[in-house]
């Protein structure tokens, strides 16, 4: 038969002698671990302390280290307000570096956009904001970050759909991502989601790969236009302003021969003015010192020379008057 025990019998160790005051310090101490865990916390230099009381909003506290009301009555959501996020539509980055990787997968549903002249385009692009209200952040909206893309998608696909595909891959770029910019933050202002945009970049824009063949034969036709264009006006810039000067000159020239020419002609009647204004004082006078200031001229010129007496019939012959030698 088996042996039975009675735990009367049972022998338990005898424990030390607890003084009332060491209970006091033990649950102290505990206490005081409880409430340091459960009522101290810190805030990082870039958050906030959103805090709850029994679920409702009472107060934020900045950096530092704080103290709530501990064993769960208030509660604190730390949020970073001085962090840049950023949101990527129509591609998604798997790993940034140097050599920065995207992962492989088809963003079309949120990328290819409908234009105002019925084109279609390929937009990528990044939306920058962080969080300038903690408290209407976490509890104005119920999913934050699907209604950022909402609204930055329903906003981009606005602003593309008031331009034409030209616009929109060429010249338009940063307007359109001003504009994006301006009106996503309006109505995330009108939401009350806490959120400032910081900035919208355009990545990439390109046609869909269907018709890219075609647009970049369009574009070369458009370039080769601009280019016999500019080389147009290259050569008109060279010619016509020389043309001018040529002008310019030959005008110059014409008008100093016309000058010279006016100069010397009112020179020349002043002079013979001169002339028949003495010649009328004393018309014989004149008369002879022409007639000898144009032989002392003419004179010179001629080798032989004769004398005709007007009383004589027949001329003399004369001596060779410039001979050197002696007269015979």
């Not at 340091?36 to 909003?57: C, N, Q, S």
């Not at 008031?162 to 504009?179: F, K, Y």
Request: hydrophobic content about 40%.
């Amino acid at each position: 038969m088996g042996q039975t025990y009675d735990w009367r019998d049972v022998q338990l160790p005898k424990l030390p002698n607890i003084k009332r005051w060491h209970v006091y310090v033990v649950v102290a101490v505990v206490l005081g671990g409880i409430f340091l865990w459960t009522g101290a916390y810190t805030v990082a230099t870039d958050e906030v302390g959103v805090i709850k009381r029994f679920g409702k909003y009472v107060r934020t506290a900045e950096s530092g280290l704080h103290f709530k009301i501990p064993f769960g009555v208030e509660t604190v959501q730390k949020v970073r307000v001085r962090h840049v996020f950023k949101e990527e539509f129509g591609f998604a980055t798997a790993r940034a570096g140097v050599r920065t990787t995207y992962r492989r997968a088809d963003y079309s549903g949120e990328s290819l956009m409908l234009t105002g002249d019925l084109n279609s385009a390929v937009i990528e692009w990044v939306v920058q904001y962080k969080v300038k209200d903690a408290r209407e952040f976490l509890y104005n909206i119920r999913n934050v970050r699907e209604t950022l893309r909402d609204a930055a998608e329903a906003t981009m696909r606005l602003i593309v759909g008031d331009r034409s595909v030209t616009e929109v891959l060429t010249v338009g770029r940063i307007d359109i991502a001003h504009q994006a910019e301006k009106r996503m933050q309006d109505l995330l202002d009108d939401y009350e989601a806490g959120i400032e945009i910081v900035a919208v970049k355009l990545k990439d824009v390109n046609p869909p790969d269907p018709v890219k063949p075609a647009f970049n034969e369009v574009n070369q036709a458009k370039q080769e236009r601009e280019k016999m264009i500019n080389e147009a006006w290259a050569e008109y810039n060279s010619a016509v302003p020389a043309a001018r000067g040529e002008a310019k000159k030959t005008i110059s020239e014409a008008e100093g021969y016309a000058a010279r020419r006016v100069n010397r002609a009112n020179g020349d009647a002043a002079a013979f003015a001169a002339v028949l204004e003495e010649y009328e004082k004393a018309p014989e006078v004149t008369r002879r010192r022409l007639y000898l200031e144009m032989m002392n001229e003419v004179l010179p010129g001629i080798r032989e020379k004769y004398v005709i007496d007007p009383s004589l019939k027949g001329l003399i012959p004369l001596l060779n008057l410039n001979r050197k030698a002696g007269i015979e």
